[in-house]
């Protein structure tokens, strides 16, 4: 019956721009009696894993914003993808010592999930016959690995022999989109906001990679997709959307899966899109998509649980040790300094 | 033996923004001896009418620059849809007298069209029990009916109970779409370039009609569509798209039609869209297309040929009298003087 620590990454403040790591998110001491917390016939986790995403910045919104996911609540923990160790349990589907990722649970060192929010997320225990880190089942294997399996399968549509262009391609959608698409028989194009970015995504098979940086997404893709592109998976939107446009051949598709120039940009200054008449000119398909994590979860494991297993993908996660790193892990994603998928380890085991 | 006047419309130079009618496309006799032409196994019209659409300025174009439609040559005269009476044939298909439509023939009083080129175009005897104007057979019923059969059953998949936005609804691709979405149970708004518009689209079934020149977009679709849209039939991008991206509803439609906001901009002067974000959270689908008259003409002729001959929708023509006319019909278009599908009338039968 004695509180012990509970350090948690609180949202403090709503960002006009760029959040900080001093000022909007900030770690708190929030204690809590591992005995004698209410767990709502839910669950108490020991916290492993966090996992930190890009779409979380549309979170950090005033509440009265309607999107399509919920608001951060100020003064309240931050919450996203989890995997923990059961350590209470009134829930009939866990048990004590179960390894659990949750889809949804509070950034702390323990997490309570009510029993009445499992409905709404997706909890499941880790089933991991080939012993894979457990924080690829909230990442390459989470919700960036559904929204590869999502887009690709459902809007890209690869065909051997295509052409498909990534942008971000280190991160984590990124790397994954294009060592898929290298299995199936295209050719990969990338762009990566550093040398050592760049180097890496070539390492790991990728036909040509830029440094948008230092050269022009248009520029580039005339020099290494002279041909075209048939596909353009976007997650960057701005000046990368508008070079893809140029590119595109007939009949292209792009997967518009993020956004992130303009998420941390106020409107009038946004990099505007000039070129939507290649749309209509070249009969493109912009597909705009939300992962559902719910409905495809299990069809992308079976289809990608198996890849990891053989060892032929390789991937990069970008680890930050201890809840204390909280802060500057999620804000080091909209300043693109993270490499790969970006996890907070907040305990061994 | 003796040549007779043949009056043409002449593609005399490559318009930089605006095409003028001395100064680009200008009428110049070229005599025609009707006897001894030389017909290459096709068939000589007398033209009656031809069609004038907002594609054709895709085509007055340096012809270095690809597009999905071959640039019109300088000095030969612009060619477009025709209808015209068989006064010559060595074509099985056709004998004189007969009346056909021709998807490409050229602006002219007599119009060859050889053989060998009738397998790359869209030509038939038009049948019309119904005795509706011929012209119909070039617009209604002609490439813009067959664009607005292929965008609406191919990409909006318009339901009852949803909104649509139109775009220029007062021309010949927006009467249609509205008129068609009112009967299939869909509330229509659309936006037109002036009062008289406005008046004539309101009075045609719209369920709510703004002049663009005295409202912006965006607050007019707020004012009458509080609940959203569910699909945006666009033909013109620019500050419109980006309204109807921000009224767009989940799951959203657009028809990527035209954008002639853009057609005689310059790259830099255009209006940027930045809210492409929009696409991304709320899953629309953006669909561009160029129509394909010959794979769905005769689909489209079973569907809206009943719903003409049934006098149940009103559609206007704007008609230009006589082949002196036709420069001012062509750039009436682009500068948004014409009401309806624009027509030239070059001979009575």
Same mark, same amino acid.
């Given at each position: 019956?004695?509180?012990?620590?509970?350090?948690?990454?609180?949202?403090?403040?709503?960002?006009?721009?760029? @959040?900080?790591?001093?000022?909007?998110? *900030?770690?708190?001491?929030?204690?809590?009696?591992?005995?004698? #917390?209410?767990?709502?016939?839910?669950?108490?986790?020991?916290?492993?894993?966090?996992?930190?995403?890009?779409?979380?910045?549309?979170?950090?919104?005033?509440?009265?914003?309607?999107?399509?996911?919920?608001?951060?609540?100020?003064?309240?923990? #931050? /919450?996203?993808?989890?995997?923990?160790?059961?350590?209470?349990?009134?829930?009939?589907?866990?048990?004590?010592?179960?390894?659990?990722?949750?889809?949804? %649970?509070?950034?702390?060192?323990? =997490?309570?999930?009510?029993?009445?929010?499992?409905?709404?997320?997706?909890?499941?225990?880790?089933?991991? @016959?080939?012993?894979?880190?457990?924080?690829?089942?909230?990442?390459?294997?989470?919700?960036? %690995?559904?929204?590869?399996?999502?887009?690709?399968?459902? &809007?890209?549509?690869?065909?051997?022999?295509?052409?498909?262009?990534?942008?971000?391609? =280190?991160?984590?959608?990124?790397?994954?989109?294009?060592?898929?698409?290298?299995?199936?028989?295209?050719?990969?194009?990338?762009?990566?906001?550093? !040398?050592? !970015?760049?180097?890496?995504? !070539?390492? *790991?098979?990728? /036909?040509?990679?830029?440094?948008?940086?230092?050269?022009?997404?248009?520029?580039?893709?005339?020099?290494?997709?002279?041909?075209? *592109?048939?596909?353009?998976?976007?997650?960057?939107?701005?000046?990368?959307?508008?070079?893809?446009?140029?590119?595109?051949?007939?009949?292209?598709?792009?997967?518009?899966?993020?956004?992130?120039?303009?998420?941390?940009?106020?409107?009038?200054?946004?990099?505007? &899109?000039?070129?939507? &008449?290649?749309?209509?000119?070249?009969?493109?398909?912009?597909?705009?998509?939300? #992962?559902?994590?719910?409905?495809?979860?299990?069809?992308?494991?079976?289809?990608?649980?198996?890849?990891?297993?053989?060892?032929?993908?390789?991937?990069?996660?970008?680890?930050?040790?201890? *809840?204390?790193? =909280?802060?500057?892990?999620?804000? %080091?994603?909209?300043?693109?300094?993270?490499?790969?998928?970006?996890?907070?380890?907040? =305990?061994?085991?």
């Amino acid at each position: 019956m004695v509180a012990v620590s509970n350090k948690s990454l609180i949202f403090k403040a709503i960002p006009e721009t760029f @959040p900080e790591a001093s000022k909007h998110l *900030i770690v708190e001491d929030r204690p809590i009696d591992l005995d004698t #917390v209410h767990i709502h016939g839910g669950i108490l986790l020991k916290v492993l894993y966090a996992s930190f995403d890009p779409y979380m910045r549309g979170r950090m919104r005033d509440p009265s914003i309607k999107s399509y996911s919920p608001p951060m609540t100020l003064n309240e923990p #931050v /919450d996203s993808a989890i995997v923990g160790k059961v350590i209470r349990s009134e829930a009939p589907e866990f048990k004590v010592g179960d390894i659990v990722s949750s889809f949804y %649970g509070p950034n702390a060192e323990y =997490a309570v999930i009510p029993y009445q929010v499992f409905p709404r997320i997706v909890i499941r225990k880790v089933h991991n @016959p080939h012993n894979l880190p457990l924080s690829y089942f909230i990442g390459y294997l989470g919700m960036p %690995g559904t929204t590869v399996y999502q887009g690709l399968y459902e &809007i890209a549509k690869p065909k051997t022999g295509e052409t498909i262009f990534v942008s971000s391609a =280190a991160g984590a959608v990124g790397q994954l989109v294009g060592q898929i698409c290298k299995a199936e028989g295209l050719r990969v194009i990338g762009s990566a906001g550093s !040398k050592e !970015k760049v180097e890496y995504v !070539k390492s *790991i098979g990728f /036909d040509g990679v830029f440094n948008y940086k230092e050269e022009k997404p248009g520029d580039a893709l005339e020099r290494l997709a002279p041909n075209g *592109i048939d596909i353009y998976w976007d997650n960057v939107g701005g000046e990368h959307l508008e070079a893809a446009l140029e590119a595109i051949n007939k009949s292209g598709r792009i997967v518009a899966c993020g956004s992130i120039d303009d998420y941390n940009t106020p409107f009038e200054r946004r990099h505007g &899109i000039k070129n939507y &008449i290649q749309i209509i000119v070249k009969s493109v398909l912009v597909q705009g998509f939300i #992962v559902d994590v719910a409905g495809r979860y299990q069809a992308m494991l079976e289809r990608f649980t198996p890849l990891f297993a053989s060892g032929k993908f390789r991937v990069k996660e970008d680890i930050y040790e201890g *809840i204390d790193k =909280a802060p500057e892990a999620l804000v %080091g994603i909209f300043r693109g300094n993270n490499f790969g998928k970006t996890i907070l380890k907040i =305990a061994d085991r």
